[in-house]
């Protein structure tokens, strides 16, 4: 099996100081791979290299096309990769004013992932907009209002829709639970694991959430000061972690 | 079915002192398809961390873990998940879920996890569930809001779901009435019969003697004890 993405050492510097350095790994279809990590440990952004949002000072970001099969992301034309973050990529930003567009619709926000690839029909946009919204739990009724009038729960959820709206096969997510209470993670992450299994995506989840990705995520890496300290399966890493810091991680979680 | 060569473990905490805590060395043991093998020996003595070494829940420090002919030890995690999903299915003391999903999609989940049609994997959790004497008025609500003892039968209903040629049982049978006892042996003895491989921790000797072929006492393979 060919891996969706294969990483081979990112580099990302802000002059002297250190992004992220030297990270690797391959990542299959199917697969959800959890990034934990303390602020500043360059999560985020390793993320926006990996996403295309950042330039990466040096390695590649290999993604296997649909078309073209494996082709380096990071030297493909802005264009080229501008078609793929709204085909192949979704990406779901900490705060859904990010990701969405506040002053358009709902509906208008998931019809223009759908209209960027070549979707013209008005009726069909408008009803796989519903059936979208019906999927993240908001009601369709609500298909003409504003994000704005959306509660922050809601918002991210709409967020969620519009970014897996064209069926992609890769999706970022950057503290995708961050700032929402529990009751309204829980659903979330209930949400993103069946969309997970019944549409076979693949997802990176940067989270400082260590019980997020032990029910979303399947591996899991640890950073450190731009550095990838331990990665594994991600009940073994939280487990038995082997490193220092994962160790310091681990037992610093408050019980419940 | 499942094989272990001289396997070892040990802790190491860093943030203690970089202490390090042998706990396993030299564990060997087969276990053959349709055999269930219970893993004895006192509290502490290492039970529960040969089951998890096993699960690749626990990275062993040295040896060889084969499940169905994959090293667990060596393998890349998604071998090890497809190993879970296929072949390996393990009931743990704690029910571990996302909060929310109803019981019976708790238990089926394993069967979707593999590609088994919805409702071939709703009717077979609700039998399992049924079987298990949960109440059906409690099928639609989160196993998190439920007794312990229910809790733990939701447990089993999920871990027996799925048809595992391997299986690891952490005291299946604690905190469970005579009669719901009585059907948590007998869902063992009917994995045994079409062929799983079974290694289980039971401190209810009863149990243990009515389903286990042979014990493996863990003592053996604590460090400093045995020769």
């Known amino acids: ?256 | 079915m499942i094989e272990l060569k001289d396997v070892s473990k040990s802790f190491t905490l860093h943030n203690q002192g970089s202490a390090v805590i042998p706990v396993m060395q030299g564990a060997s043991l087969t276990v053959a398809p349709g055999e269930c093998v219970a893993l004895t020996g006192a509290s502490g003595a290492g039970k529960s961390t040969l089951m998890r070494v096993i699960y690749g829940n626990y990275l062993a420090a040295s040896g060889q873990v084969l499940v169905g002919g994959l090293d667990v030890v060596q393998a890349e995690p998604r071998e090890i998940l497809a190993l879970r999903r296929e072949t390996l299915g393990y009931v743990s003391q704690f029910l571990r879920v996302v909060p929310r999903v109803p019981t019976l999609d708790v238990v089926a989940e394993p069967l979707l996890a593999i590609g088994c049609d919805r409702q071939v994997a709703l009717d077979k959790a609700a039998a399992l569930l049924a079987r298990l004497n949960i109440p059906e008025r409690l099928w639609s609500l989160s196993p998190t809001t439920f007794s312990g003892g229910e809790q733990q039968r939701v447990n089993i209903a999920r871990g027996f779901a799925h048809d595992y040629p391997a299986m690891l049982l952490d005291e299946p049978t604690a905190s469970l009435d005579v009669q719901n006892r009585e059907t948590v042996l007998s869902l063992i003895e009917e994995a045994k019969v079409r062929g799983a491989a079974i290694v289980g921790i039971f401190h209810d000797v009863g149990a243990r003697d009515q389903v286990c072929d042979r014990e493996i006492n863990v003592s053996d393979f604590t460090p400093g004890v045995a020769a």
């Open chain 1, 1 to 256: 099996m060919t891996p969706l993405l294969q990483v081979n050492g990112i580099e990302k510097r802000y002059g002297a100081r250190i992004g992220c350095t030297d990270v690797s790994f391959d990542l299959y279809p199917g697969e959800v791979m959890g990034i934990v990590g303390e602020s500043g440990s360059g999560k985020s952004t390793l993320l926006n290299c990996l996403a295309g949002h950042l330039e990466p000072d040096a390695g590649q970001v290999v993604f296997d096309t649909r078309t073209g099969g494996p082709v380096d992301t990071v030297t493909m034309s802005e264009p080229e990769r501008r078609m793929l973050g709204r085909t192949d990529w979704a990406f779901v930003h900490q705060h859904a004013r990010d990701g969405l567009r506040m002053s358009v619709s709902a509906g208008g926000n998931i019809g223009e992932r759908l209209m960027a690839v070549g979707d013209r029909h008005y009726g069909q946009i408008r009803d796989r907009a519903i059936d979208w919204l019906g999927r993240v739990e908001i009601d369709g009724a609500r298909v003409d209002d504003r994000p704005t009038a959306f509660s922050g729960g809601m918002q991210q959820r709409l967020q969620i829709a519009r970014n897996l709206v064209t069926g992609p096969r890769l999706v970022f997510m950057d503290e995708p639970t961050g700032g929402l209470d529990v009751s309204v993670q829980a659903r979330l992450l209930d949400l993103l694991r069946g969309l997970v299994r019944e549409m076979g995506l693949s997802a990176i989840i940067v989270t400082h959430d260590l019980a997020v990705v032990r029910l979303l995520a399947d591996r899991l890496m640890v950073m450190k000061d731009g550095h990838v300290v331990e990665s594994g399966l991600t009940d073994q890493v939280l487990d038995d972690p082997q490193h220092a810091y994962t160790q310091l991680l681990v037992s610093s979680v408050l019980q419940v």
